[in-house]
């Protein structure tokens, strides 16, 4: 009489040959379909085989990950041989990059970093009710660079979906962005800041294995006493007689960030990094709760409490009726020339 061992050994063999036989089946059957392509390519369009382009598509768009293999036959009937590789050059990871943020050294907006995501989790952060139903989503990368440095990356609310899409090896290069940064906290403690970037836009350009060893994340600098406190908002105090108040620019430099603010240190000022005027008004009014009139019949009022809504959100996770800041007097600025009144006064900000 067999032992138990011997019957579970005789069932385990009897399942990966279940197992293998499904696999050979399954095979035999994704080439009888792609046969039937090569031979009747006026089906390729049919939707029987939406899955199959899709997939082709996912292929094609990480070569690194699926490269010919010699030994298969190429279109032309000969086989593929070290002779048909093409030099797939993956993009060099900016070096020091992450460092540069953390040691405040200047950060140049201009160089679009190339990192590699180690990361992505999606976060469901805040909603709003209103007229209009919304919830905001953040997408929240793990970010290395050349020198194995770590920082997080936080996907502005329009690109979060896409960007949850990417996954570890991915090889990005920040196309808009603004770097910071920042304590988890959302207190201003120098000693536990981080740096970070949050993403406007970004470009995938490539794919390599993910790095098996990262640096331990760095604790920015703190030079709290370096740097002078932040200038208080120009239009405190500046209102005109019936109670409204002219547009005051500011100007930002290193030593007086007016938009590090609210737990964020700014690196490079955030009108600057990304500026109001080149931001499109369709995309946030997509996700502005308040916003229920079209963006052609907006006068210009509302489309300033877009703007400050939506860099509010972004950049300092502040939004929703009792969780609002004035926004910082550049940022204020920047959106009232951007969008002035025609009289030039304007209502003073109120945080409600």
């Known amino acids: 009489m067999a032992s138990q061992k011997e019957k579970e050994a005789s069932q385990d063999k009897l399942e990966r040959k279940d197992k293998r036989k499904r696999i050979d089946e399954s095979i035999e059957h994704c080439t009888h379909v792609l046969s039937v392509l090569l ?9 029987t085989f939406r899955t199959v382009r899709e997939c082709i598509q996912v292929m094609k768009a990480n070569p690194q990950q699926f490269p010919p293999v010699i030994g298969d036959n190429t279109p032309d009937g000969t086989a593929y041989s070290d002779n048909n590789a093409v030099s797939r050059k993956i993009p060099s990871l900016t070096p020091s990059y992450i460092s540069g943020i953390a040691q405040y050294k200047d950060v140049d907006v201009a160089l679009s970093p190339i990192l590699q995501v180690v990361s992505a989790t999606m976060k469901y952060e805040s909603s709003t009710e209103g007229k209009k ?18 920082m997080v990356g936080r996907l502005s609310m329009h690109i979060s979906h896409e960007g949850n899409k990417l996954r570890p090896g991915d090889i990005i290069q920040l196309d808009v962005f603004t770097p910071l940064r920042f304590t988890p906290s959302g207190e201003n403690d120098g000693d536990h800041r981080l740096p970070a970037v949050v993403i406007h836009n970004y470009s995938r350009i490539g794919y390599a294995a993910p790095r098996n060893e990262l640096n331990n994340p760095i604790h920015c600098v703190n030079v709290t006493d370096s740097i002078p406190p932040v200038v208080p908002t120009p239009s405190d105090g500046a209102h005109l007689d019936d109670g409204m108040e002219p547009l005051i620019e500011v100007t930002c430099t290193a030593g007086s960030r007016y938009c590090s603010l609210y737990g964020v240190n700014a690196v490079v000022c955030i009108c600057d990094a990304n500026p109001p005027s080149k931001i499109d008004l369709e995309i946030v009014h997509q996700f502005c709760y308040f916003a229920t009139t079209d963006v052609q019949n907006m006068n210009n009022k509302k489309k300033r409490n877009m703007l400050y809504w939506w860099f509010m959100t972004n950049h300092y996770n502040i939004c929703g009726k009792g969780n609002r800041k004035k926004p910082p007097a550049c940022l204020l600025a920047a959106i009232r020339k951007a969008y002035p009144e025609a009289n030039g006064r304007y209502v003073p900000y109120e945080a409600k």
């Open 39 to 47: 031979q009747k390519p006026e089906m390729w369009c049919h939707p």
């Open 133 to 150: 139903s919304n919830s905001i989503h953040f997408t929240h990368l793990r970010l290395c660079d050349g020198s194995n440095d770590v």
